[in-house]
Nanobody
Framework: QVQLVESGGGLVQPGGSLRLSCAAS????????MGWYRQAPGKQRELVAVIISGGSTNYPDSVKGRFTISRDNAKNTVYLQMNSLKPEDTAVYYC?????????????WGRGTQVTVSS
């Protein structure tokens, strides 16, 4: 079985920073794309950032220039550095990874970590 465990969420004031981490564990053969999504109350889950195995990244306009995604392939870990946070960034942030195991290739999700931006 594969598990994704997020950490690093919390309460931060507007303009502040947070760094999220997500570690994948289990019988992993290889990890392709890794990404972060978020879901605010009453809204659909949306992509925040994605990084593929080669290192290319993609962000929506809403976070471009403020958020940075990175990964440590040796640790099967993806990070999300969030700067200049705004109240509208408040949401549960979920880690997602495209992983190959002995039984095939699937997308896996973490349980989420709450990020609250408020004064």
């Amino acid at each position: 079985q594969v598990q994704l465990v997020e950490s690093g969420g919390g309460l931060v004031q507007p303009g502040g920073s947070l760094r999220l981490s997500c570690a994948a564990s289990g019988s992993i053969f290889s990890i392709y794309a890794m990404g972060w999504y978020r879901q605010a109350p009453g809204k659909q889950r949306e992509l925040v950032a994605v990084i593929i195995s080669g290192g290319s990244t993609n962000y929506p306009d809403s976070v471009k220039g403020r958020f940075t995604i990175s990964r440590d392939n040796a640790k099967n870990t993806v990070y999300l550095q969030m700067n200049s946070l705004k109240p509208e960034d408040t949401a549960v942030y979920y880690c997602n990874a495209d992983i190959r195991t002995a039984v095939g290739r699937n997308a896996y999700w973490g349980r989420g970590t709450q990020v609250t931006v408020s004064s």
